[in-house]
């Protein structure tokens, strides 16, 4: 009897656990559901082989607070920098272009305005108009503090600084 109260405890954790992290869509994914239900767009931009990419995906993006709050408020997006694939969107096919020894994909370059740096976050608004691309690591203080500027249209309301200032964190 003990074995099976432990073996349930343990399912259920691991019921609780398997969704302790975030709904990543593809950029594809992300547009069809934007159009039945209309949510700010958050595009994690990255590469296979960059460091601190992978320590914001091990670090930032475990955080629960991190996960609760995109889940709830963003259609989350990974997408590969150097990704082989087209993707269409607003009318235009954006494609892989090879450059030396790497190349980079078009949607990546547009949404980060030609300045390749990874990780990069751009914030689309309900519209799937670009506000900002946000380059570079964020720990998870700073992150909840970005996201919940770029959510609620607190970007269109108050300035950066005054926001940061008076920004109350749940982590």
């Known amino acids: 009897m003990k074995n099976f109260i432990f073996i349930i405890l343990a399912l259920i954790s691991l019921g609780i656990n398997a ?11 992300a547009m069809e559901k934007n159009e039945k239900e209309p949510k700010p767009i958050l595009i ?12 914001m995906d091990n670090t930032t993006y475990k955080n629960e ?10 259609y989350p997006v990974k997408l590969n920098g150097e990704d082989r694939n087209d993707i269409s969107f607003e009318g235009k096919t954006f494609a892989y272009k090879s450059q030396g020894r790497r190349g980079y994909h078009e949607l990546a370059a547009a949404l980060m305005k030609g300045r390749l740096s ?3 976050t751009a914030f689309l608004n309900k519209d799937k108009q670009l506000l900002q691309n946000v380059p570079g690591y964020m720990a998870e203080k700073k992150f909840e503090i970005v996201l919940a500027f ?13 926001f940061e200032k008076n920004f109350k964190s749940s982590i």
């Open 19 to 29: 969704q302790d992290k975030i709904d990543w869509l593809s950029f594809e994914e």
């Open 44 to 55: 994690d931009i990255y590469t296979d082989w960059c460091g601190w990419c992978k320590r």
């Open 65 to 74: 607070v991190i996960i609760k709050y995109i889940n709830e408020n963003y």
């Open 118 to 120: 990874y990780p990069s």
């Open 150 to 162: 770029f959510n609620d249209d607190n970007y269109k309301k108050t300035k950066w600084k005054d």
